[in-house]
T-cell receptor, first 110, second 114 residues
Framework: AQRVTQPEKLLSVFKGAPVELKCNYSYSGSPELFWYVQYSRQRLQLLLRHISRESIKGFTADLNKGETSFHLKKPFAQEEDSAMYYCALTSGGSNYKLTFGKGTLLTVNP | DVKVTQSSRYLVKRTGEKVFLECVQDMDHENMFWYRQDPGLGLRLIYFSYDVKMKEKGDIPEGYSVSREKKERFSLILESASTNQTSMYLC?????????????FGSGTRLTVV
C-alpha cells in the first residue's frame, strides 16, 4: 500500500527565513510525487511535480529514494507563502490514484 | 485552463436526505475523483472513475455512491445523509496517466448535515 506522511501539522517561520516542509512516503516501486498548495479561500492547486524537476515560486523539492523523502524547500520565505501544503504520491503508469498526506499549514510571519 | 466546476459552494441538508453533489470538467479528462477534506485528516478518496460508467471505490466509500453517465460529469450521491458526512467535498479530474500533469481540482462543496 502507498502512504504519505507529513510529520508537521503546523509550521511557523519568519519572513526571509528558510523553510522546509517534510514529506516521507512508503511505496515499494518508483513513485511519482507532487506538492499541492491551498491558499486561503482558494482551490487546491498543483505546485510542483517531481517528474518535471521544476522550481515554482522559489520552491524546490528533491526526491530522495534512499530516505523515501520528497521535502519541499524555499530559501527565503515570503508572507504570501502562507498556505496549506499537501504532498501526494502516485505509483505512476496506468495507476491514476493520488494518495495525499494530511497536510502542513505554513504560516510566514512578518 | 482546465476547469472543474462543482455545482454548489455551500449546501445544508437534513439527516436522512438524499444528497447529490455534481462535478463537471471541460477538458475531456478520462479520470474523475471525489475526495473529502477534513482538518487533520487531509484528503481522503471516496470514489473515482476512469471511464464513462466505470467506477472504483476509494479509501472511504461507505455511505456514498457515484454516477458517471457522461465523460464530463461525475456525481457523488449520499444515499441517506448523516452528520458525520459534514465535510468539504472536492472533485478532481486528470488525464489517463496523471504522472506528469497531476490532478485539477474544483473549488469544493462545503456540506453541512443537520
Amino acid at each position: 500500500a502507498q502512504r504519505v506522511t507529513q510529520p508537521e501539522k503546523l509550521l511557523s517561520v519568519f519572513k526571509g527565513a528558510p523553510v522546509e516542509l517534510k514529506c516521507n512516503y512508503s511505496y515499494s516501486g518508483s513513485p511519482e510525487l507532487f506538492w499541492y498548495v491551498q491558499y486561503s479561500r482558494q482551490r487546491l492547486q498543483l505546485l510542483l511535480r517531481h517528474i518535471s524537476r521544476e522550481s515554482i515560486k522559489g520552491f524546490t523539492a528533491d526526491l530522495n529514494k534512499g530516505e523515501t523523502s520528497f521535502h519541499l524547500k524555499k530559501p527565503f520565505a515570503q508572507e504570501e507563502d502562507s498556505a496549506m501544503y499537501y504532498c501526494a504520491l502516485t505509483s505512476g503508469g496506468s495507476n491514476y490514484k493520488l494518495t495525499f498526506g494530511k497536510g502542513t499549514l505554513l504560516t510566514v510571519n512578518p | 485552463d482546465v476547469k472543474v466546476t462543482q455545482s454548489s459552494r455551500y449546501l445544508v441538508k437534513r439527516t436522512g436526505e438524499k444528497v447529490f453533489l455534481e462535478c463537471v470538467q471541460d477538458m475531456d479528462h478520462e479520470n474523475m475523483f471525489w475526495y473529502r477534506q477534513d482538518p487533520g485528516l487531509g484528503l481522503r478518496l471516496i470514489y473515482f472513475s476512469y471511464d464513462v460508467k466505470m467506477k472504483e471505490k476509494g479509501d472511504i466509500p461507505e455511505g456514498y455512491s457515484v454516477s458517471r453517465e457522461k465523460k464530463e460529469r461525475f456525481s457523488l450521491i449520499l444515499e441517506s445523509a448523516s452528520t458525520n458526512q459534514t465535510s468539504m467535498y472536492l472533485c478532481a479530474s486528470s488525464l489517463k496517466t496523471p504522472a506528469f500533469y497531476g490532478y485539477t481540482f474544483g473549488s469544493g462543496t462545503r456540506l453541512t448535515v443537520v
